[in-house]
Nanobody, 127 residues
């Protein structure tokens, strides 16, 4: 069964760092783009970052650009999101996801382009 499991969430003070990890199992994710999204209470699920299957293409939402870094290790079937300089507007449940389609250089920024989602991990930032 296809599965994504996030870990690494928690509570941190503003300006601090967290590293989220996503472990994939059940199918070959190395040929799929992966993404991170977040959803705060009462808000839509929003795009955070995406990375192509080979890791060569990465895109970020403007709100996290320069602070967050997405990476992947296909040998270990993991994707990570390093979050630095966390701000009070960053708290949310963070989700990793795998795209429905794939291919060299392919990335996706829209939730509907993803068909496998993790259960989410909570990130809290205190000021």
């Amino acid at each position: 069964q296809e599965q994504l499991v996030e870990s690494g969430g928690g509570s941190v003070q503003a300006g601090g760092s967290l590293r989220l990890s996503c472990a994939a199992s059940g199918r070959l994710f190395s040929d799929k783009a992966m993404g991170w999204f977040r959803q705060a209470p009462g808000s839509w699920r929003e795009f955070v970052a995406t990375i192509s299957s080979d890791g060569g293409a990465k895109y970020y939402d403007d709100s996290v650009k320069g602070r967050f870094t997405v990476s992947r290790d296909n040998a270990k079937n993991t994707v990570s999101l390093q979050m630095n300089s966390l701000k009070p507007e960053d708290p949310a449940v963070y989700y990793c996801a795998a795209t429905r389609n794939g291919g060299y250089g392919y990335t996706a920024r829209v939730p509907s382009q993803y068909d496998v989602w993790g259960q989410g991990t909570q990130v809290t930032v205190s000021s």
